[in-house]
């Protein structure tokens, strides 16, 4: 990719004005930077497109909170001599698809938040930021534990270097540290099944399953509208104007 990141004596031509560096693993798209011409990378399809992944991983934890209370509901009867066990083994194939279903959507919500967050670090070092990572930017939403930290350190730093404000951004980490959380601790209470004592145990931990589920459920609704503004906020930032943000 060629960018332009500087201009000389505006009487001269356009072609001698433009100071050119080169990327060759970026495609070009023209968006004037203040003060100058520049090619700036668009981030608005690749936002857009994350925070689709977000909504659809928040679908995918309501599916799953969904078919645990039901899994709950289920094998409540089962004790209770309503239903048999052909429909508690259903109940549990639903909740396994659901789970499989969750990871496969937050896979893919992490790829798009690290190619966008890649995007942003690439165009706040076109604008003079300094000490940026973009390869932090892009993978460290899909390790465990960095996730909470690596990705939004490096974007916070691409909005501090062209002093730009992206209030919402602290919040967005707080909210997604506690859905992250949550999840986790959805997905693990599985584990005080197998340390059940009896079937009324059993069944308070399924019931606490649904409840964890639900909560994570309402957690993400909230993060993703924190994600929405926080997202806007940073490319508006970096971008400096509305054309390629």
């Known amino acids: 990719m060629r960018m332009i990141t500087g201009v000389a004596n505006p009487s001269e031509?356009?072609?001698?004005?433009l100071?050119?560096?080169?990327?060759?693993?970026?495609?070009?798209?023209?968006s004037p930077a203040p003060d100058a011409f520049g090619f700036l990378l668009r981030t608005r399809p690749l936002r857009r497109l994350t925070l689709?992944?977000?909504?659809?991983?928040?679908?995918?934890?309501?599916?799953?909170?969904?078919?645990?209370?039901?899994?709950?509901?289920?094998?409540?009867?089962?004790?209770?001599?309503?239903?048999?066990?052909?429909?508690?083994?259903?109940?549990?194939?639903?909740?396994?698809?659901a789970l499989y279903a969750m990871y496969v959507c937050h896979l893919a919500a992490a790829l798009c938040v690290g190619a966008w967050a890649r995007r942003v670090v690439v165009n706040a070092s076109a604008v003079g930021a300094r000490g940026?990572?973009?390869?932090?930017?892009m993978f460290g939403?899909?390790?465990?534990?960095?996730?909470?930290r690596v990705g939004f350190h490096?974007?916070?730093k691409a909005v501090q270097q062209v002093e730009g404000e992206a209030p919402s951004l602290g919040r967005w980490q707080v909210g997604f540290a506690i859905q992250t959380s949550l999840a986790a601790a959805t997905v693990l209470s599985s584990s005080l099944f197998r340390q059940a004592g009896g079937i009324d145990d059993l069944i308070?931990?399924?019931?606490?399953?649904?409840?964890?589920?639900?909560?994570?459920?309402?957690?993400?609704?909230v993060t993703l509208v924190l994600a929405s503004l926080a997202m806007t906020e940073v490319s508006r930032a970096v971008t400096y104007h509305d054309g390629a943000h």
């Open 19 to 30: 100071v050119v560096l080169y990327d060759p693993t970026m495609e070009p798209v023209l």
């Open 132 to 137: 940026l990572n973009a390869r932090s930017a």
């Open 204 to 221: 308070n931990a399924l019931r606490l399953q649904g409840v964890l589920g639900i909560i994570t459920m309402g957690c993400m609704v």
């Open 13 to 17: 031509s356009l072609g001698n004005r």
């Open 52 to 97: 689709a992944s977000f909504a659809l991983a928040t679908a995918s934890m309501a599916a799953l909170a969904v078919s645990a209370v039901l899994r709950f509901r289920v094998s409540n009867d089962y004790s209770h001599f309503v239903v048999g066990f052909d429909e508690v083994h259903r109940s549990d194939d639903r909740f396994t698809t």
């Open 154 to 156: 490096e974007l916070t």
């Open 141 to 148: 939403w899909c390790v465990p534990f960095l996730w909470f």
